[in-house]
């Protein structure tokens, strides 16, 4: 899995909305990757501005296990601490189906794409 931390040009920012970072994430986020996952997701928060969105772009993941989706849960709780929302962009049917089943479908904004 290789995930990476990018500011959303600021033209599809839009200046109602504050910045958008954007952490995308390839392959499958379970639990050999779920420190890569953390690390990054925590230094997007960490960065951004006060109230920025982060949105983890989803396009090219392929797969995720119970500790991705405990990653995901855990980034969303201290995104709310600090101000920030946590938004999952094109997720997969198969990431849908696991928010579901935990009970955690709620959890997350879903976009259909990724912004910028």
Do not use: K
Request: proline share 5%; charged share 20%.
């Amino acid at each position: 899995m290789a995930v990476e931390h990018a500011p959303v040009p600021e033209a599809a920012a839009g200046a109602e909305h504050h910045d958008r970072y954007v952490v995308r994430v390839s392959g499958g986020m379970d639990i050999d990757h779920a420190g890569e996952l953390r690390e990054t997701l925590a230094a997007a928060l960490s960065r951004a501005p006060e109230g920025a969105a982060v949105t983890v772009d989803l396009r090219n993941s392929s797969f995720c296990d119970s500790t991705g989706l405990n990653t995901l849960l855990d980034a969303r709780r201290q995104g709310a601490r600090t101000g920030h929302v946590l938004r999952l962009a094109t997720p997969s049917h198969q990431l849908l189906r696991l928010l579901e089943l935990a009970g955690s479908s709620g959890s997350f904004p879903l976009d259909a794409s990724v912004p910028g």
